[in-house]
């Protein structure tokens, strides 16, 4: 680079600087001196963005530098109800002073009252209809290991000459990170390392009603199918696609398991996302969706304190006895009451009311940002305050979402991805009207910083300025 391109460089890289309102942190902040501290000693299975998050308060987390943001990713749709919220806390506190934990081989009083008001909130709310019993865990991948774990037992029972094992999914999916879950995830890149996967597991594409006659079959035990896709782009189910589903698990005598540990508790705007019949960004109705034999949940259900559980039919429990599955720390009273809390707010009308109108007010933004900056957005994905934004890959192969990632997060704004190059827009479900309309301003910014003229609205230009920030979702940690 000759010295006049880099005085260019430079300056332009000053200004810029200058004109952001946290930009990261440099080598020799805290920030940097405590990061390079630790890292050493983690092992090294995430990305993460240079910030570190010292405090979060409702839609507001606040880095190490005090600097804060408006944080659109709600933990990855975990913090529902938002950051460091009064009563949850205060759950926790008072619950720390009575129990934290007494182990499975007792009663106490809080893991049950989870397990029926799970059931009965379920029926309340209109969602899987034959929910009769809960296995209570502490995590999503324990979720659905306990209900691949089900649906093999399921089987056995039905034909025990043990041909009945298989478990079907889907692409895109993804289901978690231990060896089950993990073999539910028919991603090669993340299966490779970790070969050979459990037997037994098969894939399918999502939404092809066609090839499901032939994937379905009398060796299928279960079916684990995500009704809204989240790390695989926020891609919606067909209604077409779910009944189908439902009506040949029935013919097959295989179960229907639901995973909506990241589409449901209150996301989509009811409580599961196969209660609703709004067919979301497409505005089409869609009915009564099919309901499930086994549903699987975490992540909003103890915003932020680790608890996951498994909702099963009657017939499904009738196949589970003692001892053929079990957990240490899950259904513990913390979590357990903890999750109580949440989950009474995450069904109030008023929470639900939220959630459809900030998802309105955010798909307005989208479609403007979409005419604004034509060719940006390609499709507009989702339901509820459960959103995916496509965008294209660049010719030489840059990711534009992993740009606007870096650009927002520089002007306030955290977003992460999703899928192949799709912004995911998953804001605790208590965002109002007033951060949306920030929030979403701040990514038009960061829109104009990477599809616009080469200059933001400070006049500051953003040729080769806006890296690409690697990471920003659970199967997109490569380094």
Same mark, same amino acid.
């Given at each position: 680079?000759?010295?006049?391109?880099?005085?260019?460089?430079?300056?332009?890289?000053?200004?810029?600087?200058?004109?952001?309102?946290?930009?990261? @942190?440099?080598?020799?902040?805290?920030?940097?001196?405590?990061?390079?501290? $630790?890292?050493?000693?983690? +092992?090294?299975?995430?990305?993460?963005?240079?910030?570190?998050?010292?405090?979060?308060?409702?839609?507001?987390?606040?880095?190490?530098?005090?600097?804060?943001?408006?944080?659109?990713?709600?933990?990855?749709?975990?913090?529902?109800?938002?950051?460091?919220?009064?009563?949850?806390?205060?759950? /926790?506190?008072?619950?720390?002073?009575?129990?934290?934990?007494?182990?499975?081989?007792?009663?106490?009083?809080?893991?049950?009252?989870?397990?029926?008001? /799970?059931?009965?909130?379920? $029926?309340?709310?209109?969602?899987?209809?034959?929910?009769?019993?809960?296995?209570?865990?502490?995590?999503?991948?324990?979720?659905?290991?306990?209900?691949?774990?089900?649906?093999?037992?399921?089987?056995?029972?039905?034909?025990?000459?043990?041909?009945?094992?298989?478990?079907?999914?889907?692409?895109?999916?993804?289901?978690?990170?231990?060896?089950?879950?993990?073999?539910?995830?028919?991603?090669?890149?993340?299966?490779?390392?970790?070969?050979?996967?459990? #037997?037994?597991?098969?894939?399918?594409?999502?939404?092809?009603?066609?090839?499901?006659?032939?994937?379905?079959?009398?060796?299928?035990?279960?079916?684990?199918?995500?009704?809204?896709?989240?790390?695989?782009?926020?891609?919606?189910?067909?209604?077409?696609?779910?009944?189908?589903?439902?009506?040949?698990?029935?013919?097959?005598?295989?179960?229907?398991?639901?995973?909506?540990?990241?589409?449901?508790?209150?996301?989509?705007?009811?409580?599961?996302?196969?209660?609703?019949?709004?067919?979301?960004?497409?505005?089409?109705?869609?009915?009564?969706?099919?309901? @499930?034999?086994?549903?699987?949940?975490?992540?909003?259900?103890?915003?932020?304190?680790?608890?996951?559980?498994?909702?099963?039919?009657?017939?499904?429990?009738?196949?589970?006895?003692?001892?053929?599955?079990?957990?240490?720390?899950?259904?513990?009273?913390?979590?357990?009451? #903890?999750?109580?809390?949440?989950?009474?707010?995450?069904?109030?009308?008023?929470?639900?009311?939220?959630?459809?109108?900030?998802?309105?007010?955010?798909?307005?933004?989208?479609?403007?940002?979409?005419?604004?900056?034509?060719?940006?957005?390609?499709?507009?994905?989702?339901?509820?305050?459960?959103?995916?934004?496509?965008?294209?890959? $660049?010719?030489?192969?840059?990711?534009?979402?992993?740009?606007?990632?870096?650009?927002?997060?520089?002007?306030?704004?955290?977003?992460?991805?999703?899928?192949?190059?799709?912004?995911?827009?998953?804001?605790? /479900?208590?965002?109002?009207?007033?951060?949306?309309?920030?929030?979403?301003?701040? /990514?038009?910014?960061?829109?104009?910083?990477?599809?616009?003229?080469?200059?933001?609205?400070?006049?500051?230009?953003?040729?080769?300025? +806006?890296?690409?920030?690697?990471?920003?979702?659970?199967?997109?940690?490569?380094?």
């Amino acid at each position: 680079m000759t010295p006049r391109r880099l005085l260019t460089y430079l300056s332009r890289h000053l200004q810029r600087e200058a004109s952001l309102r946290t930009p990261d @942190p440099p080598s020799d902040s805290q920030t940097a001196t405590m990061t390079s501290s $630790h890292t050493p000693y983690m +092992v090294p299975t995430y990305v993460r963005p240079p910030p570190v998050f010292v405090k979060g308060e409702g839609c507001r987390l606040w880095d190490l530098e005090n600097r804060i943001y408006l944080d659109f990713t709600a933990g990855i749709a975990v913090n529902a109800l938002g950051h460091s919220d009064p009563g949850v806390a205060g759950v /926790l506190s008072a619950q720390a002073k009575t129990m934290v934990h007494c182990s499975n081989l007792y009663h106490n009083p809080w893991t049950g009252l989870l397990s029926k008001e /799970l059931v009965q909130k379920t $029926h309340e709310a209109g969602g899987m209809r034959d929910a009769a019993r809960a296995f209570i865990c502490n995590s999503g991948s324990e979720a659905n290991e306990a209900a691949i774990k089900f649906a093999r037992k399921f089987g056995s029972q039905k034909d025990s000459s043990g041909q009945k094992h298989k478990i079907l999914s889907f692409q895109e999916s993804f289901h978690g990170r231990t060896m089950g879950a993990l073999s539910a995830t028919p991603n090669p890149k993340y299966q490779a390392p970790f070969a050979p996967m459990l #037997a037994g597991f098969s894939y399918s594409d999502y939404n092809d009603v066609a090839a499901l006659e032939e994937n379905i079959t009398e060796e299928t035990c279960g079916v684990l199918v995500e009704p809204i896709q989240g790390e695989g782009g926020v891609n919606v189910a067909t209604p077409t696609f779910l009944h189908t589903l439902r009506r040949r698990c029935d013919e097959v005598g295989a179960l229907l398991i639901f995973d909506e540990i990241q589409c449901g508790l209150g996301r989509t705007g009811t409580l599961w996302a196969h209660c609703s019949s709004d067919g979301g960004v497409s505005g089409e109705k869609t009915g009564d969706l099919p309901h @499930p034999d086994v549903l699987t949940t975490a992540k909003a259900l103890g915003n932020g304190f680790p608890i996951g559980a498994v909702l099963v039919t009657q017939r499904v429990s009738d196949a589970i006895t003692t001892g053929d599955h079990g957990t240490t720390f899950g259904g513990n009273p913390m979590g357990a009451r #903890a999750a109580q809390h949440v989950l009474a707010r995450l069904t109030s009308d008023e929470l639900r009311d939220n959630v459809q109108a900030r998802s309105a007010q955010i798909l307005s933004h989208l479609h403007r940002l979409s005419e604004r900056f034509p060719g940006a957005i390609t499709e507009i994905r989702g339901r509820g305050l459960i959103i995916g934004a496509q965008l294209p890959m $660049h010719e030489d192969g840059s990711d534009y979402a992993a740009k606007v990632v870096t650009a927002a997060r520089e002007r306030g704004l955290l977003i992460i991805t999703c899928g192949k190059g799709a912004l995911r827009v998953v804001p605790p /479900l208590v965002v109002s009207e007033e951060e949306v309309e920030e929030g979403m301003g701040v /990514l038009g910014e960061a829109f104009e910083s990477v599809f616009g003229n080469g200059h933001d609205r400070h006049g500051v230009s953003s040729e080769g300025a +806006v890296g690409e920030t690697k990471g920003q979702q659970e199967m997109g940690t490569s380094r």
